[in-house]
């Protein structure tokens, strides 16, 4: 049982121009939600988070939008980057409890020149 | 890498045999986590540990086991190595304030014959 989807397995997209990752996910008592980046052989890195009493979370290049209603959040990325190019997973958390993440099958994205 | 130190970095070991993960901190954070990557799961949670001797199951605990005698050392235990275990297994630590991200070790990739 799938609480957080990542539906696209991949993506790819030229540099200089926007790369949108999506997540949906279907517990509603999530209040928490971030995205993180992986390169091989390395372990996840946090990239950017957002409450979900906020609809809007920009970070630099990185913006990340959280709409409640429909359960699904996206991660922008602008301009998009060679060195962008990892996996991206969206992770989702109810507060308190331990904070334990619960992930998405990932997105490959790839920044082509 | 947060002062996260994953050993060993690479294992093959067969089946039914015992093996222990060890994850060691820096940063004296009350949180530490075990999770495993796999094709099509995303990561997904092991066991997690609030604190010393206090430890908790995650979503895929079964055949794993967890033991945390110090603030900076997490230990997960595979008493009879599967091959269904075959994976790469990542520690994380949280500081446990407020909404702190998870930071993440770079991975024990184990396989089991």
């Known amino acids: 049982d799938q609480q957080v989807k990542q539906n696209s397995p991949s993506l790819s997209v030229q540099e200089g121009r926007i790369s949108i990752l999506n997540c949906d996910y279907t517990?509603?008592?999530?209040?928490?939600f971030l995205w993180y980046k992986k390169y091989p052989a390395e372990g996840p890195t946090f990239l950017i988070s957002?409450?979900?009493?906020?609809d809007k979370n920009e970070d630099g290049r990185f913006t990340v939008f959280l709409n409640k209603s429909a359960k699904h959040l996206s991660l922008h990325i602008v301009p998009s980057q060679p060195g962008d190019s990892a996996v991206y997973f969206c992770?989702?958390?109810?507060?308190?409890?331990?904070?334990?993440?619960?992930f998405g099958t990932g997105t490959q994205l790839k920044v082509e020149l | 890498d947060a002062g996260i130190t994953q050993s060993p970095r690479h294992k093959v070991t067969e089946t039914g045999t015992p093996v222990t993960l060890r994850c060691h901190q820096t940063?004296?954070?009350?949180?530490m986590y075990w999770y495993r990557q796999d094709p099509g799961h995303g990561l997904r949670l092991i066991h997690y540990?609030?604190?010393?001797?206090?430890?908790d199951k995650g979503e895929v605990s079964d055949g794993y086991s967890v033991s945390r005698s110090k603030t900076e050392d997490f230990l997960l235990t595979l008493e009879s190595a599967t091959s269904s275990q075959t994976s790469v297994y990542f520690c994380?630590?949280?500081?446990?304030?407020?909404?702190?991200?998870?930071?993440f070790g770079n991975g024990t990739r184990l396989t089991v014959t």
């Open positions: 994380a630590i949280r500081s446990g304030t407020g909404n702190s991200p998870l930071h």
């Open positions: 517990n509603s008592m999530f209040d928490y």
């Open positions: 957002i409450s979900s009493i906020k």
């Open positions: 992770a989702a958390v109810i507060t308190g409890g331990g904070n334990k993440l619960t």
């Open positions: 940063e004296n954070h009350r949180y």
């Open positions: 540990s609030y604190g010393v001797k206090d430890t």
